[in-house]
């Protein structure tokens, strides 16, 4: 698939390299999420913030969640587990044991 144009490792990410790499690869762009489901994961961050999990942010567009050492503390709690079944929100809790579930 190399058409003889390498993009040289420079140690570094700069801008010209991270250019020629997406053009490299088809101009790939970062996949988002269709704004339905969008909407039902920031409906569930309004709901766990009213609940009292109040670093639980908005996600980002591509669905993505910013890692919190605290908020993975708060989701642990019991206040936590109870939230995030209140919310509607099935994935694993990471702040418990993998056999424990919300």
Known sequence: MDDGKSIPDKGKNAPED??????????????????AALEVLRKQA?????EGI???????????????DALEKQLGSPEGKKALKKCGITAEDPGSDP???A
């Not at 020629?20 to 999420?33: E, M, N, R, S, Y």
């Not at 109040?54 to 919190?68: S, Y």
């Open 54 to 68: 109040t670093g639980f942010r908005d996600p980002t567009a591509t669905g993505e969640a910013v890692p919190d």
């Open 99 to 101: 056999g424990d579930k």
């Open 46 to 50: 309004k709901c766990m913030r009213a």
């Open 18 to 35: 991270l250019q020629a790499a997406i053009t490299k690869c088809g101009g790939a762009a970062v996949p988002t999420l269709d704004p």
